[in-house]
């Protein structure tokens, strides 16, 4: 099985990129590439902006990545209660060539430094997904992020979370 797994941010400290990384590492016998949104960079989607470059590689890049392979595993970072806007300009232009989840079984995650732990945008994520031909098998938010997950050790320490999130990952 091949995972593709992101962070939908674009910090270089990304706890959601900690968080589906140790996820994504849960997975016994699968080939994981994480990737990194920063090497998506692409400039404010707009339909003049569109007009002018047409559709960029790196959107294409993005997209070949999700079509090669088993299963997308996303974390989501909420960003005033939404998506990043680095993750969401990438979205944009993804879907201006296709419909981005390409019909990929999906594990959406989310964490925050709160007690939410990013549930709001891991919603709108699990909610919006069909209508991107994506099949989300489940989701998980861990909250309080530097209480649940040692950095150190690149992983979950506490035992109910991390029994949730095994149990999720089962559903591949």
Not at 20 to 28: E, G, I, L, T, W
Not at 94 to 119: D, E, F, H, V
Request: aromatic fraction near 10%; include cysteine; glycine fraction near 4%.
């Amino acid at each position: 099985m091949k995972i593709i797994a992101f962070a939908a941010s674009s910090s270089r400290r990304s706890i959601n990129k900690q968080l589906v990384n140790y996820a994504a590492s849960q997975v016994d016998g699968a080939e994981v590439e994480l990737l990194d949104l920063n090497d998506y960079e692409l400039p404010l989607f707009s339909e003049d902006r569109e007009q002018e470059l047409g559709q960029p590689q790196l959107a294409h890049d993005f997209l070949a990545k999700i079509a090669n392979c088993d299963v997308l595993m996303i974390s989501f970072a909420e960003h005033n209660g939404s998506y990043s806007a680095a993750y969401k300009n990438l979205f944009d232009w993804c879907s201006r060539i296709k419909k981005p989840y390409q019909n990929k079984p999906m594990i959406m995650l989310s964490t925050s430094p709160g007690a939410r732990g990013g549930a709001t945008v891991l919603h709108q994520a699990v909610t919006s997904a069909a209508h991107f031909d994506g099949e989300v098998k489940g989701s998980f938010s861990l909250p309080s992020f530097n209480d649940n997950f040692d950095v150190e050790r690149a992983c979950i320490i506490t035992d109910k979370f991390d029994i949730e999130i095994k149990s999720l990952l089962q559903k591949l």
